[in-house]
């Protein structure tokens, strides 16, 4: 979990976690005395530059294909404004404000290295919008994730030079009547800060920040409603042994496997059927392992490379020292464009799956379970449909699976001939979880309906609290009513978190834990 201690920006390590609680007003930031004089250092290198007339990307020459265009010491200020202008040419509906302040702090991590030359007037100003809640308007569509997010980061920060948008008081406002009530004015940005600015990752990271976070909780809950799914319809619990997982030791494989064994531990449900005839269960119910774990390896994979993308430098120029500046290519997205697509899908194949278990669960195979979840059927159609619904949105995450890392459009003029498209597939990834949610939400509601049926034998202590949580929100069925109410309620608790927060409470209740050995790597970030 995030410390609550405050973090210093530059110089503390920033994870996922830390970075949603710094959002969300739980850590708060701050600029050491050293790290405000190596702000200050890189700045005065920047003016020194200036100073002698040496051209140098993007303190004195133009942007792009325009590099060997100098500018005059007297335009480089202007030239600083005009990027922020020019660049602002997003489309599209706005990012979810809290994806927006997300990039303000991970554009401040980046600046407070001290390798930017942004002044400090201008970092604190900064710290003034996250501070206080003041979000930039930021649309959605626009960057190729190559040169930076150009465009969202170009938006991010009008409100610096008084222009765009803000969300300030839950309230869409213009930058001016910020200014009115605030009292604030408009920052002059000095040499090479809108550059500074626009150029870095900022767009792809914090929706990679916000996809370890869902994609976390997905697994999380995939694994907990997948062993009440074994449960209502008598799945074995021999493939999450252990022996078997050791042949085969995946990291993945083996925390499911583990995690799911202890979630039917106890269970009399288990029991009753573990001298049946029955030789082995659909790859949906035994594979949970193999599946789930391989997203779990996909999940790590991605929360190890944000972790280094949070504490990087990623603009363009990079200020080293007096005599080395270096326009190098810090400010590609395909680090994490690439992971963003394996994380997506990662995330379809963990809706892929549950779609599968939902469908088992309706075709009336398993011993005491009624075909499509209800007794009296004809005059009822029970939870046929409900499959429907998953059925299209498992399909639709199938479509937007395509990479979009492994395409690539020429941009400025060639100047930019290879591009990550990495800000697309950050947004891909979280619509693909937001069906994702809605699938396993459904999953939650099938298989407590399954569970039911079970009575009166008990599962384990925690599969039986989880059920009776769900039973608080949700009634059994036995014959049809609105199921769209029923979905919007089981969303809501996938939202919560709820059956999460039984297991925790549990947990720490009984002392019964369903840790393992790789849990500090799966379940920290």
Same mark, same amino acid.
């Given at each position: 979990?995030?410390s ?30 050293? $790290? ?5 250092a ?16 993007g ?17 480089t200020?202007?030239?600083q ?28 991590q980046?600046?407070?290295k001290?390798?930017?030359g942004?002044?400090?007037t201008?970092?604190?100003?900064i710290?003034?919008?996250i ?9 959605s569509?626009g ?5 930076g997010?150009?465009a ?19 309230i ?9 009530q605030?009292g604030?004015?408009?920052i ?13 990752t900022?767009f ?33 619990v021999?493939p ?9 030791p ?13 979630l039917?531990k ?35 994979h ?5 972790e ?9 120029p ?20 690439? !992971? ?9 194949e ?15 195979n ?10 009296? $059927? ?11 619904? $998953? !059925?299209?949105?498992a ?22 001939d290879h ?5 697309i597939?950050?947004r ?10 809605k699938?396993?939400?459904i ?6 309906q !399954?569970?039911e ?19 608080e ?46 849990t500090?790597e799966?379940?920290?970030?």
């Amino acid at each position: 979990m995030a410390s609550k201690k405050t973090f210093k920006l530059g110089e503390d390590w920033l994870t996922a976690s830390i970075t949603l609680s710094i959002a969300k007003g739980e850590t708060p930031i701050e600029l050491s005395k050293s $790290t405000r004089e190596k702000i200050n250092a890189s700045a005065q290198i920047v003016a020194n530059i200036v100073a002698k007339g040496k051209a140098v990307y993007g303190i004195n020459t133009g942007f792009g294909p325009l590099c060997t265009t100098k500018i005059s010491k007297e335009e480089t200020k202007v030239l600083q404004s005009n990027i922020l202008k020019s660049h602002s040419v997003g489309v599209g509906n706005p990012i979810a404000t809290d994806i927006a302040k997300l990039m303000l702090i991970l554009k401040a991590q980046s600046l407070a290295k001290g390798y930017s030359g942004i002044s400090e007037t201008t970092l604190d100003r900064i710290l003034w919008h996250i501070d206080h809640d003041a979000i930039p308007i930021v649309p959605s569509q626009g960057s190729v994730g190559a040169s930076g997010d150009l465009a969202p980061l170009s938006h991010l920060f009008l409100p610096l030079i008084g222009l765009g948008k803000v969300n300030y008081k839950g309230i869409e406002i213009e930058t001016c009547e910020l200014f009115k009530q605030t009292g604030l004015a408009a920052i002059d940005l000095g040499p090479k800060e809108g550059l500074a600015l626009i150029n870095g990752t900022q767009f792809i990271a914090a929706h990679a920040v916000k996809v370890v976070e869902k994609l976390h909780s997905c697994l999380s809950q995939a694994d907990i409603i997948g062993a009440m799914m074994i449960e209502g319809l008598q799945g074995s619990v021999k493939p999450f042994f252990n022996e078997l997982h050791a042949l085969r030791p995946y990291k993945g494989n083996i925390h499911v496997a583990k995690r799911i064994k202890r979630l039917l531990k106890g269970s009399e449900i288990m029991e009753d059927h573990i001298d049946c005839d029955r030789v082995q269960d659909p790859y949906s119910l035994r594979c949970m392992p193999q599946v789930h774990g391989a997203s779990r390896n996909a999940w790590l994979h991605l929360k190890e490379l944000v972790e280094v993308e949070l504490n990087s430098v990623t603009d363009n120029p990079i200020i080293i020292d007096e005599e080395l500046t270096i326009s190098g290519g810090n400010f590609h997205g395909q680090p994490l464009a690439m !992971a963003l697509d394996y994380a997506c899908l990662a995330a379809s194949e963990l809706g892929n799956i549950s779609d599968r278990r939902i469908y088992l669960a309706l075709e009336g195979n398993s011993p005491g379970i009624p075909k499509l979840l209800m007794k009296e $059927t004809g005059i009822n159609s029970g939870y046929m449909i409900l499959q429907y619904t $998953t !059925a299209a949105l498992a399909s639709e995450n199938k479509g937007l699976c395509f990479p979009s890392s492994a395409d690539s459009i020429p941009t400025s003029l060639g100047q930019e001939d290879h591009v990550s498209m990495g800000s697309i597939g950050g947004r891909k990834a979280l619509q693909v979880l937001d069906n994702v949610e809605k699938i396993l939400a459904i999953e939650l509601l099938t298989a407590a309906q !399954a569970f039911e049926f079970r009575k009166p034998m008990k599962s384990g202590i925690f599969l039986e609290a989880i059920h009776t949580a769900i039973r608080e929100k949700v009634a059994f069925a036995d014959k049809d009513r609105v199921f769209s109410d029923d979905i919007e309620k089981g969303i809501q608790m996938i939202k919560d978190q709820t059956i999460i927060h039984v297991i925790d409470h549990i947990s720490e209740k009984e002392g019964i834990s369903l840790k393992t050995k790789f849990t500090h790597e799966f379940e920290v970030y």
